[in-house]
């Protein structure tokens, strides 16, 4: 069964070119209940054909249904965004539990993607453990190396994280940076969806391409380092990729035209993404049953 799903996937999309969406949904790995966010994807698109005429086809990639995908599966798609919901949920006082949320191979996949892959690529990360159970050491309290962090996120995870955590609850904001393509500069209010609300805190290696894109805003107007960052590098056969971690998921995002804006803002200021595409849609429903908690 897994085989005819693949092979319907990557016969539809392969030859149409880079411009399509692959939305990785992966909310299962290391915690019990989870929680499934998947509308709030699948309608931030949507919601931006309805608003902008801007048509950006998607595939949904089930992770619990269909296993990790593979460089072939993500070789049609110009742009991937992986997200985890409460995936891979450990409390800040837990040790270090590396590669909870991306594997150690599917991180290396998601690097080759990037870096050999012909043509731009961009990639975006969704989830406010992402970091944290990649490259935390918190025995030693220190950034472990890891090189799809480090050097294609752009990541600096800061001592914060392991001594002065925040609880981002609905009264909390996104600040965004002035002249920042993803947040446009503007505030963003949150509505906390999630059962769980420590999530990290991010910086960017400057020295790596890697720029702040929103930090955390608490009710008193403090700012606590960044919720989203970005990043630019440089291919090994020429041309760049692009590349987004978002610590402050879509799902936190009060205003589903907020939802809306800042996926747009993500596609077209930053990732470059066509107004539109060559490669046919495929409905999240081809790849199994969307299971989503949306309001």
Not at 38 to 44: F, I, P
Not at 220 to 229: C, D, F, M, V
Request: net charge negative.
């Amino acid at each position: 069964m897994r085989k005819s799903l693949l092979y319907i996937v990557l016969t539809i999309s392969l030859g149409f070119g880079t411009q399509g969406i692959l939305l990785v949904a992966d909310q299962v790995d290391g915690v019990q209940n989870p929680q499934f966010f998947n509308n709030y994807y699948t309608t931030a698109l949507i919601d931006i054909n309805n608003a902008y005429g801007v048509d950006y086809y998607y595939t949904v990639w089930d992770h619990a249904l269909l296993g990790s995908p593979t460089f072939a599966d993500l070789a049609p798609y110009k742009v991937v965004i992986w997200f985890f919901g409460n995936s891979c949920g450990f409390p800040a006082s837990s040790p270090q539990y590396s590669h909870m949320c991306l594997t150690a191979a599917e991180e290396t996949m998601l690097q080759n993607w990037l870096l050999i892959a012909p043509g731009e690529r961009s990639l975006a990360l969704f989830g406010m453990f992402t970091a944290w159970n990649t490259i935390a050491d918190a025995l030693n309290q220190q950034q472990y190396f890891d090189p799809l962090f480090s050097f294609d996120l752009a990541l600096s995870y800061p001592d914060d994280n392991f001594d002065n955590w925040i609880q981002v609850n609905d009264n909390w904001e996104v600040q965004g940076v002035a002249g920042d393509p993803i947040t446009q500069g503007r505030i963003f209010d949150l509505d906390w969806a999630s059962i769980l609300n420590y999530p990290d805190q991010l910086e960017p290696r400057t020295d790596q391409g890697g720029h702040a894109s929103g930090a955390w805003r608490d009710p008193q107007g403090n700012l606590h380092h960044q919720a989203i960052i970005r990043s630019q590098g440089s291919k090994p056969g020429g041309g760049i990729y692009k590349t987004a971690l978002f610590a402050c998921p879509l799902e936190s995002y009060q205003e589903r035209e907020d939802r809306r804006d800042l996926m747009y803002y993500l596609l077209h200021y930053w990732f470059g993404l066509p107004d539109g595409g060559s490669s046919p849609r495929v409905e999240p429903q081809s790849l199994g049953k969307i299971r989503t908690l949306y309001k």
